[in-house]
């Protein structure tokens, strides 16, 4: 079941959603899900560089957390 479904995201960001599409059954049951600055985010727990400090709950990216937390209303979806 591909995970990019509704509101045009396929027609809209078509790469992106190949990538996605090309992702294995394994590589997704790999991925955590962990709870950031009130934001549900999934993660690698293989990419030490981002993963980690959002796992052990370390600050990432601080001045950008910042700024989508203030530009993005409540319920929104951010892609990155």
Do not use: S
């Amino acid at each position: 079941m591909p995970l990019l479904r509704g509101r045009g995201l396929r027609r809209r960001f078509p790469r992106f959603a190949q990538a996605f599409d090309r992702l294995t059954r394994a590589q997704w049951r790999r991925l955590q899900l962990c709870t950031f600055e009130g934001i549900e985010l999934w993660v690698d727990p293989q990419d030490h560089g981002v993963a980690r400090p959002l796992l052990t709950g370390d600050a990432y990216e601080p001045e950008e957390t910042a700024a989508i937390l203030r530009l993005l209303p409540q319920g929104a979806t951010f892609l990155d």
